[in-house]
């Protein structure tokens, strides 16, 4: 498989995996799957006028062997549906860094004020089929702030 067309299904993947609402047999650890991989989200996320969010926070993965990404999705409000913003691309080598997403969502879709992060440090590995490796993952209460 040539790169270009393995990087865009591993694109591919990973959307499909942020718009599904349930996960059931592909379950996402509550925490880290391995106590020295984490994730964190900052307490504050950007919010411009014209709709770009922006999120951060830190990262520590080990063992990556296929591409790995921290995803990110925000949500307002206990019954509204995730949306995702922005995936950066990872290095596990067992360094604590820093990650940033941003993305340009639809102008009044969210608003300053309390919201709720999911991060997650998501591996695809290829053995036959491509399968998601989640190396972290944390829900967390932010501000949004503009």
């Known amino acids: 498989m040539r790169s270009h067309q393995f990087m865009g299904t591993a694109a591919a993947a990973a959307l499909l995996l942020l718009a599904a609402p349930a996960a059931g047999a592909l379950s996402r650890p509550a925490e880290s799957a391995v106590p020295s991989e984490t994730v964190t989200v900052d307490p504050t996320g950007r919010l411009a006028a014209d709709g770009t969010v922006t999120l951060s926070g830190t990262y520590r993965c080990t063992g990556g062997t296929g591409p790995v990404f921290v995803t990110s999705s925000l949500r307002q409000g206990e019954t509204d549906p995730r949306t995702g913003v922005g995936g950066t691309g990872a290095v596990c080598d067992g360094t604590l860094r820093r990650w940033t997403n941003t993305d340009r969502i639809q102008p009044g879709r969210f608003e300053p004020g309390r919201a709720k992060v999911e ?24 501000t949004l702030i503009g």
């Open 119 to 142: 991060a997650t440090v998501l591996e695809l590995r290829f053995s036959g089929l491509l399968l998601p490796f989640f190396h972290a993952a944390r829900t967390q209460d932010v």
